[in-house]
């Protein structure tokens, strides 16, 4: 049988997968899970794919100045569903489908929406080991008030600044009982630090950067501004920070080791934690528990905020129940399960617990 056989064939049974599995996973209360549904993965076949594709464009409001940028995203539009399907049938305890980010090659979504430098957290001291005895079995920092709402980061590789400011504005929370929305675009523009352990792993604005250098640089300068009195705008621009208006002041920071009873511990005790993760799935998940058959784990390419756990989620081909962290993502409340990521515990799966660090702080 040719190659070429092979990969109509593949490419059939994982379109029969999605279509027999995709409408059990999907519920009425969530219109991302039920969009795998609506466009199934029939346009991987046949002429069917530009109708798909002209829904998404309504959807998402994507416009094409010319035909010739039409047909190119056309063409990603269709290799992106494959890469989908090949997503769904490799971790089949989540959704995967069209997103907003389906007419970008997995380069442009790269350079556009992820941004963590470097393997892992360099600076800062190791945390404390915190006793792990007698934790909740599900725990959500969302429903006690210390999670700000799901933020956009636009098509800069600022994540690395949204993942500290949400690890700020926790702490603060914790010490205040005040919620109040810090300036990433602060850390975008006037952030330059460098790991004193890896001059390459420098903060860089839209270009990318890590928590750990973030909370160097505002221990630094003093501390960080409300995001009402510095607004992002989705792009470097010259610094404008006015230490007269600090909202929050960092003390310190730690790095937490990579086991997960551990980075419990810290997330229920000390407040939501800055992560840094392997967003290979992240481009085409729409909701569900994501555990991945296969993802590296060294690899790590994008910054979030992890603000809680659960202690079980259904899975339909691993049957049983999968443990899972709860993660607020920076790409807007239409990307996944309303901005926010489910992904297994236990396994540090696509490098969870391999970047993790927590934030102190004092009232300004």
């Known amino acids: 049988m040719s190659g070429k056989m092979m990969k109509h064939l593949l490419t059939y049974a994982l379109c029969g997968f999605l279509l027999t599995y995709a409408p059990t996973i999907s519920t009425a209360s969530n219109s991302n899970i039920r969009q795998v549904t609506d466009l199934d993965f029939t346009g991987l076949i046949g002429t069917s794919r530009e109708r798909h594709f002209i829904s998404f464009m309504n959807k998402y409001g994507k416009e094409y100045n010319t035909r010739e940028e039409y047909m190119h995203r056309l063409g990603i539009f269709g290799k992106n569903m494959m890469r989908a399907a090949e997503h769904q049938a490799l971790d089949p305890t989540a959704v995967h489908g069209i ?54 980061q636009g098509s800069c590789g600022s994540c690395w600044a949204f993942s500290t400011t949400g690890s700020i504005e926790g702490a603060n929370f914790i010490a205040t009982g005040k919620l109040t929305s810090l300036s990433e675009q602060q850390l975008v523009d006037c952030d330059h630090t460098c790991d004193p352990k890896d001059k390459s792993s420098c903060n860089d604005g839209c270009s990318g950067g890590l928590m750990t250098n973030a909370y160097e640089y505002l221990i630094k300068a003093g501390g960080i501004e409300e995001e009402d009195a510095y607004p992002y705008t989705g792009k470097r621009g010259d610094c404008k920070f006015d230490p007269e208006k600090i909202a929050v002041r960092v003390t310190n920071f730690t790095n937490i080791p990579g086991d997960e009873e551990q980075i419990a511990a810290h997330l229920v005790h000390h407040g939501p934690l800055a992560v840094g993760l392997n967003a290979v799935f992240m481009q085409t ?6 555990c991945p058959l296969i993802c590296g784990k060294k690899f790590l390419n994008h910054g979030v905020l992890l603000v809680g756990y659960g202690a079980k989620g259904f899975s339909i081909l691993r049957l049983g129940n999968k443990p899972y962290w709860i993660i607020k993502n920076s790409w807007g409340e239409k990307w996944g399960e309303q901005g926010y990521y489910r992904i297994c515990r236990g396994h540090n799966m696509c490098g969870m617990s391999s970047m993790v660090s927590a934030v102190m702080t004092k009232i300004s």
């Not at 998940?285 to 994501?290: K, R, T, W």
Request: avoid cysteine; aromatic fraction near 10%; proline fraction near 5%.
């Open 99 to 152: 997103t907003q980010f389906s007419d970008l090659s997995e380069e442009e979504f790269e350079s556009r929406f992820l941004g963590v430098k470097g393997g892992a957290l360099l600076g800062g001291s190791e945390a404390p080991v915190m006793d792990v005895k007698g934790l909740p079995k599900s725990f959500d920092w969302r429903k006690k008030g210390a999670v700000t709402p799901v933020k956009m």
């Open 285 to 290: 998940y729409i909701g569900g528990v994501s």
